[in-house]
């Protein structure tokens, strides 16, 4: 098993970029895919697919909505997977959760076995 540790969210104007952070704590990263997902108010059963990246990082794949504007990455000596937000919108308000799976990553947040608690990420005026 892994445990995962998120951070990095806060407020952030239009235009603003955020990095988010994923942490492998008491274990390690290696071997897993990692994706990120969010979760806005209103619609607490739905975890939208954001991003992810393989191991060992070769190939990344995202949402149409942030494809351009978002660059997910990860350090496997340090066993962190990143996700850099720029030109962010309101629209990427959410809570934000990074998650692991064994298996090659997909956009269904059921596929994957491990996840972080969220960081917050808000985006106003």
């Known amino acids: 098993q892994v445990q995962l540790v998120d951070s990095g969210g806060g407020l952030v104007q239009p235009g603003g970029s955020l990095r988010l952070s994923c942490v492998a704590s008491?274990?390690?990263?290696?071997?897993?895919?990692v994706g990120w997902f969010r979760q806005t108010p209103g619609k607490e059963r739905e975890r939208e697919f954001v991003?992810?990246?393989?191991?060992?990082?070769?190939?990344?794949y995202y949402a149409s909505s942030v494809r351009g504007r978002f660059v997910i990455s990860r350090d496997n000596i340090r066993h962190t997977v990143h996700l850099q937000m720029v030109s962010l919108k309101s629209e990427d308000t959410a809570v934000y959760y990074c998650?692991?799976?064994?298996?090659?990553?997909?956009?269904?947040?059921?596929?994957?076995?491990?996840w972080g608690q969220g960081t917050q990420v808000t985006v106003s005026s």
């Open positions: 008491g274990g390690d990263l290696s071997y897993y895919a």
């Open positions: 991003a992810a990246i393989t191991w060992p990082g070769r190939n990344q």
């Open positions: 998650a692991a799976t064994r298996s090659w990553p997909t956009d269904h947040h059921g596929d994957y076995a491990f």
